[in-house]
């Protein structure tokens, strides 16, 4: 963040995306690249407290056709791919958390084929998910 053009080609493709606040008061613009062939992923445009552009990295890389995504209450991202064999990954953008490094895959649907729609409600009053 230094005035520079960066060396690092934006990634493409881009697809579901969210903004993910950070602990220091900055915020991340998380974003699905739904390129095929291994080479999709998710990327982080990190911003400080007063707008400006301090870092761009990728998040999770080698995946395939990256499309939907969330966010979730605890401020990570969900990201899908979307073919026969796709997984669901949880993607922690904050430098400062505790699995920052460390994508989680997560299979659902059954062998990762079917995805049934669901509807996920929180309960502001206590806490509780439900489905």
């Not at 991202?77 to 920052?100: A, L, M, V």
């Amino acid at each position: 963040s230094n005035g520079q053009e960066s060396e690092e080609r934006f990634h493409e493709l881009l697809d579901g995306a969210g903004i993910v606040p950070l602990k220091d008061g900055g915020y991340v613009y998380v974003s699905n690249s739904e390129r095929g062939d291994r080479k999709g992923g998710v990327y982080g445009l990190y911003f400080d407290k007063h707008g400006n552009i301090t870092d761009y990295k990728a998040l999770l890389e080698k995946t395939t056709w990256n499309c939907g995504g969330g966010l979730t209450p605890w401020n990570t991202w969900i990201s899908c791919e979307e073919y026969s064999d796709g997984q669901c990954w949880q993607i922690d953008p904050d430098p400062s958390g505790q699995n920052r490094d460390s994508p989680k895959e997560t299979k659902l649907g059954g062998e990762g084929r079917t995805y049934n729609p669901c509807r996920l409600t929180i309960e502001h009053q206590n806490g509780q998910f439900s489905l």
